[in-house]
């Protein structure tokens, strides 16, 4: 009887430590990137960034981005901002915006997304460099 009370908690601790890596499965498991580094500087500069789920290397369509921030913290002035707007999705995983970039340099777009059937909120910072 001792040896069967012993047995019960290290079997449910067994069973705990089987279920960890889907507890861990997270917002880690994404990535933002820019679809094109290089973007031109002035009014109506199109960003677009690509949303990855990194385990399969696959496009994440269906998110939903917000608290975008666009910046030029690369270049040390975080506190220059710049106005954007979403686009319509051209094709699947790529999330497009319309910027507002007042100066040539480095732009950090800075956002937040909610993926279908994932319960952490997903952030990542893309940067742009923007050109004349």
Avoid at 1 to 12: D, E, F, H, T
Avoid at 94 to 113: Q, R
């Amino acid at each position: 009887m001792k040896s069967v009370k012993l047995l019960r908690p290290a079997l449910l601790g067994s069973a705990l430590l089987v279920g960890i890596p889907h507890a861990f499965a997270g917002s880690a498991d994404y990535i933002l990137e820019p679809v094109t580094v290089a973007v031109k500087n002035g009014a109506g500069s199109e960003l677009a960034v690509r949303l990855i789920h990194k385990p399969s290397g696959k496009p994440v369509s269906g998110a939903v981005l917000f608290r975008t921030r666009l910046d030029m913290s690369p270049d040390s002035m975080g506190e220059m901002t710049a106005k954007h707007v979403p686009m319509p999705a051209s094709e699947p995983g790529i999330y497009k915006f319309k910027a507002d970039l007042t100066m040539a340099g480095g732009w950090a777009l800075k956002v937040m997304a909610k993926v279908p059937g994932e319960s952490e909120t997903v952030q990542g910072t893309v940067v742009f460099q923007a050109k004349d």
